[in-house]
């Protein structure tokens, strides 16, 4: 059959009409909605529901029975209240909370880490902790703490939960396998960049010395050795010489086959699928991979030691920090901050670093004795005593203004340098350019 | 490539098989020496691209058979496991509320296939049998549907479905892909093929409509029903995104949604990742075990028997 | 003709029309309205024209991730015209087993894109057995950086697209191939045509219809490809970003609280107006095709 176009059917009429009509009609082109603080009266006020949304945590099932213990102790303490707890997977998480808070629709308590929350926190999405309670911010971890402030703002906007420092693993029997002294851990960057070498000449192509693992390590490693990475009016300034002079390091290494060929492109995952499998011999790491090695590689578990998190003399260790935020549209803030200093207090905190290889964010559970016990033996111990000892030098060293976009396209720029397609200097000069260009820094 | 190269046969093997393409339609018949060298041959080329394609399901259902001592990520990676176990499913079981999960799936697959069908055979043959004003309008409306990329929209789509009352529930996962451009354009195109004979048969009758629809072209398409059927019932199970935007409460989660919990910064467990990885998949393919026998009740065997 | 007659087609469109409009049309419209702006989810956003229509014209990021979507439709549609017919052909007759082979056939399509990035990503690393199959009929003397040069990653991502496809675009061809009059195999067999001949004299124009079908579904695909290149050539896109396609694009640039939706919605308007362009030109194309 013949079909004539009709470029103004009825149909067509309609569609235009009504869509115009609705989508100009019903969306204004204001940002999130960011409700407005509870009152004091309002937030002294404990009762009634509440949602409270973690990130990954019901994966494991002790964790989650953890969370629904914690959560049934709170509504025993407070009568009359109700938490329903939600638990997000990571994958998409990000969507749905746009969405969500797109929509005003927020759980009451939603868990973020700190870049994601950064740019929700500047249009004033968040309760101010300090403001609703000034005694709180002395009891937490200061570095973690300040991971939910912004730039420029008064106030702190989030309660800093649980923190993960890396500890240093290894693999001991590649070690031995390159001639290497199995219990002498790296120290410092030149010690583990010259026994990587060791290790993947040793190897020749069956396993690597480490995995750069760019996407998780490169701007962490760049702080770890003093590199100034965003200034305080936000403007990129991590091309100085000693950056210059580390991803020079970097391309050598990759040039010479210290790292595996196809690493380049490569992410955490891999740079985890690659020790797990034998073939990668560091991979510094929380100690919570510890239990993912153990089942689906026994192999090299058994050969897994642990050693301090490496970084320059001086400078800070890395430590990533979740936190609890309590959005503005909640019309519950008062049982929402309740819950939050509950689920958060030191009792708390430290049954949940007994469930799982984490650090409570509350000093008083970091000084149990329970961290400083590594009498067992294990090496799950021992990296839960080293990551706890690490804590009073560790910081959140990746910037909260490093999100997904800024982090790709300065990856891409290092890539090309370690590929030998433009030097460490212009490669630098040009992710700094492209970084400042998309957080608006000069 | 292959079925080509198969027939490419010297022309007296072409004449010697003649005889056999007669008897076709019996089921039971002897091959000819040259008939039997030629079926070798395709069950060869068969294999051939079984093993290309089936890597991955081969691969995963290996990794979900492991035991504790199997290693994931070996190099050489190796399939089979040496330490067996059906651990890996119960363990599933332990994490998430698989039944609950499973059902909640069928529940939005079953119903996503039935109103896809439906709907999607109802527009199409609008498209493809009716003349109106505005045919042509609404073809390109349908074929825009699957031209927008839904991560530029999604936050549209939710805003419509909360002032709609749809979010957190099965219904609000259905609604959007009730009837996708996908479907209408598949039924467009099978009625666009069927004879038009058929139909000015039915006119001639005095049949209406919907009677030349439901009574004279559904019955000669089975074949795309089951096609848009597999289709639909796959992308409703297979969807992860949206569902896991629209909704908020974990009773309510599809098994997609629910499986991502099997892995998370405190359980890495490869081993029962593939286990969930083959509770979504073995459904899909007992559906298209059970559609593909309609795929070739086509156009011609329907219209003889309708 | 009677009021009732004029109605039907609508009554027949109704629930389409209705799902298609509020969920996708309306939908759009706020995306051609955010075009105009430089929205940005948390923050919101202002009318500023065309701004973002110019900063796209002259910007080398959008112009590669075009170049590269293009290039992606122009390989791969046609293989994945072909190769799903040949597929198809392979697995009709009726003969023991073939259920089996049709059902492993489609497992690709129902595999999970991250399973199918690890093996695929296992299969053609610098040491893995596509490059020692090569190495070893000396086609090539070193192994291919398949995972790590752009142009090599770009023609990966490629391969994957067209292998996960295959079965999908088997199962449309299947019940196009059952519509072909068996009657007219065997006169063309009596005839003394051989294979090939049959195949180009009647199973061909009977699917022609399909093959047009099947051209406008992958080449739509085809345009949206992200999954590939996010899982082979890793989140930056290749070294460089040098594989990124529009989505890609789109996706890396809108995503996030501080995503820059406007931008990025401008940019999917691009894109939308450049796959209903390629469609017509494919429909067109098959229509001169059918009367020459």
């Known amino acids: 059959m013949k079909l004539k176009p009709r470029k103004h059917g009825i149909l067509g009429a309609i569609a235009l009409a009504s869509g115009v009509a609705i989508a100009l009609a019903g969306c204004s082109l204001e940002g999130v909605d960011t409700g407005a603080a509870a009152s004091d009266d309002e937030l002294s006020k404990v009762d009634g529901e509440i949602s409270f949304a973690t990130l990954e945590l019901s994966s494991n099932p002790d964790l989650a029975a953890y969370i629904e213990d914690t959560i049934s102790a709170f509504e025993k303490e407070y009568p009359g209240t109700e938490v329903e707890w939600i638990d997000v997977p990571f994958a998409g998480a990000q969507e749905k909370f746009a969405a969500d808070a797109a929509a005003g629709n927020l759980p009451d308590v939603v868990n973020l880490n700190p870049n994601i929350a950064q740019p929700l926190e500047r249009e004033g999405v968040f309760l101010d902790i300090d403001a609703a309670d000034p005694e709180l911010a002395a009891e937490y971890v200061a570095g973690a703490w300040e991971g939910f402030q912004v730039p420029g703002q008064e106030g702190t906007f989030g309660v800093p939960w649980y923190l993960t420092s890396e500890v240093t693993m290894y693999n001991a029997a590649l070690y031995e396998q390159a001639g290497l002294d199995p219990e002498a851990a790296p120290e410092t960057f030149d010690e583990l960049y010259e026994q990587a070498a060791a290790v993947s000449t040793a190897g020749a192509g069956a396993f690597y010395g480490i995995h750069p693992a760019l996407e998780n390590r490169f701007m962490t490693d760049l702080a770890k050795i003093g590199v100034p990475l965003i200034d305080e009016d936000l403007v990129w300034t991590f091309n100085t010489p000693e950056a210059v002079e580390h991803v020079e390091r970097l391309a050598e290494m990759y040039q010479t086959g210290v790292f595996p060929a196809d690493s380049l492109t490569q992410n955490l995952n891999d740079a985890k699928e690659g020790y797990q499998a034998g073939s990668i011999a560091v991979f510094p790491s929380g100690p919570n991979f510890l239990n993912g090695i153990q089942q689906n590689a026994p192999q090299v578990f058994e050969n897994t030691r642990v050693a301090p998190q490496i970084a320059a003399e001086g400078e800070p260790i890395n430590m990533s920090v979740m936190g609890l935020l309590i959005p503005k549209t909640s019309e519950n803030q008062g049982t929402a901050l309740a819950f939050t200093k509950f689920i958060t207090n030191a009792e708390n905190q430290l049954a949940f670093a007994k469930v799982a290889p984490v650090l409570p964010s509350v000093t008083e559970a970091l000084e149990d004795p329970f961290f400083q016990d590594d009498s067992d033996g294990t090496e799950l111990s021992k990296a839960r005593k080293l990551s706890a000892n690490g804590l009073e030098r560790a910081e959140n060293l990746t910037p909260v203004q490093y999100d997904d976009q800024v982090k790709n396209a300065v990856l891409a720029k290092i890539q090309l340098a370690l590929a030998g397609d433009l030097s460490a200097q212009d490669a630098l000069d040009q992710a700094v350019e492209d970084a400042n260009a998309i957080t608006g820094g000069e | ?306 | 003709m009677r009021p009732r007659r004029l109605l039907t087609p609508w009554v027949l469109l109704a629930p389409a029309l209705a799902v298609a409009l509020i969920f996708h049309i309306v939908p759009f419209f706020r995306t051609v309205q955010l075009s105009f702006t430089d929205f940005r989810l948390a923050s919101g956003g202002e009318y500023i024209g065309l701004e973002n229509f110019g900063a796209l014209a002259s910007s080398d990021v959008f112009w590669l991730s075009a170049g590269n979507t293009l290039l992606y439709v122009i390989v791969v549609v046609p293989l994945l015209v072909m190769l799903p017919l040949f597929l198809a052909m392979l697995v009709q007759p009726k003969i023991p087993g073939i259920a089996f082979f049709r059902a492993s056939f489609y497992t690709p399509v129902i595999a999970s894109m991250v399973v199918v990035g690890l093996i695929w990503v296992f299969l053609l690393r610098e040491q893995g057995p596509v490059n020692w199959l090569l190495q070893t009929l000396k086609v090539v003397q070193g192994p291919l950086p398949f995972l790590t040069d752009a142009t090599l990653l770009l023609l990966s991502c490629m391969l994957v697209t067209v292998w996960k496809g295959l079965g999908f675009y088997m199962v449309i061809y299947l019940t196009a191939l059952a519509n072909v009059p068996g009657e007219l195999h065997e006169a063309a067999q009596v005839d003394g045509a051989g294979g090939v001949r049959r195949f180009w004299s009647v199973t061909l124009p009977s699917v022609r219809p399909t093959m047009l079908l099947v051209g406008v579904l992958s080449a739509i695909a085809a345009m949206k490809v992200y999954a590939e290149i996010f899982v082979i050539a890793g989140e930056t896109a290749g070294p460089g970003g040098q594989v990124r396609s529009l989505v890609f694009t789109i996706r890396e640039v809108g995503s996030g609280f501080d995503g820059q939706v406007g931008y990025a919605a401008a940019m999917s308007l691009v894109l939308f107006v450049f796959t209903i362009g390629l469609t017509v030109a494919l429909q067109k194309l098959s229509r001169e095709n059918e009367e020459a």
């Open chain 2, 1 to 306: 490539m292959s079925i080509i190269d198969t027939n490419t046969v010297p022309a007296e093997a072409t004449a010697a098989e003649v005889p056999t393409r007669e008897p076709r339609r019996l089921r039971k018949r002897k091959l000819t020496p040259a008939g039997l060298a030629k079926r070798s041959l395709h069950y060869l080329v068969l294999a051939g691209v079984l093993v290309l394609l089936v890597g991955p399901f081969v691969f995963t259902l290996g990794t979900s058979l492991k035991g504790p001592a199997d290693s994931v990520f070996s190099y050489p990676p190796y399939f089979i496991p040496r330490d067996p176990t059906l651990d890996n499913f119960s363990k599933v079981a332990d994490v998430i509320p698989v039944g609950q999960f499973i059902w909640n799936s069928l529940i939005v697959a079953t119903v996503s296939t039935v109103t896809n069908i439906l709907f999607g055979s109802m527009a199409g043959f609008a498209l493809a049998r009716l003349r109106f004003r505005g045919n042509m309008t609404a073809y390109l409306l349908f074929l825009a549907t699957l031209v927008i990329p839904f991560e530029v929209i999604f936050i549209s789509v939710f805003l419509t479905s909360k002032q709609m009352g749809l979010v957190d529930t099965l219904a609000g996962v259905i609604l959007p892909t009730a009837v996708t451009g996908f479907s209408i354009l598949l039924f467009r195109s099978a009625f666009l093929s069927l004879p038009r004979a058929i139909d000015e048969a039915a006119v001639l009758d005095g049949a209406t409509e919907f009677q030349r629809y439901w009574r004279v072209s559904m019955p000669s398409v089975t074949g795309t029903m089951a096609v848009v059927g597999i289709f639909s019932f796959m992308f409703a199970w297979d969807d992860f995104l949206w569902p896991q935007i629209v909704l908020t409460s974990q009773q309510n989660y599809t098994l997609t949604v629910g499986l991502q919990f099997l892995a998370g910064a405190f359980a890495d467990d490869q081993k029962v990742v593939a286990a969930g990885t083959m509770i979504a998949v073995i459904p899909l393919i007992i559906v298209f075990f059970l559609a593909q026998k309609w795929f070739f009740r086509g156009a011609g065997e329907g219209a003889v028997k309708g």
